[in-house]
């Protein structure tokens, strides 16, 4: 699946999930895990409305080790 794909199959799918420690202050990420190859990530005010970024798993993971 390319970047393309990717940002399609995500923005379709369930299985957006934020973090039980972001507080409920509305200024956070919902996450998507759901495609063995790629991480969607969006806006969670915005919900399904929110634009998708792609990252591949290997983007995601450097990306958490570098925080």
Do not use: I, Y
């Amino acid at each position: 699946m390319n970047h393309a794909e990717a940002l399609r199959v995500l923005g379709d799918a369930d299985g957006w999930f934020k973090s039980s420690a972001s507080g409920g202050q509305g200024e956070c990420v919902e996450v998507n895990t759901t495609t063995t190859e790629w991480v969607g990530v969006r806006d969670s005010k915005l919900g399904a409305s929110s634009p998708v970024l792609a990252f591949s798993r290997a983007q995601w993971r450097a990306a958490l080790t570098a925080l």
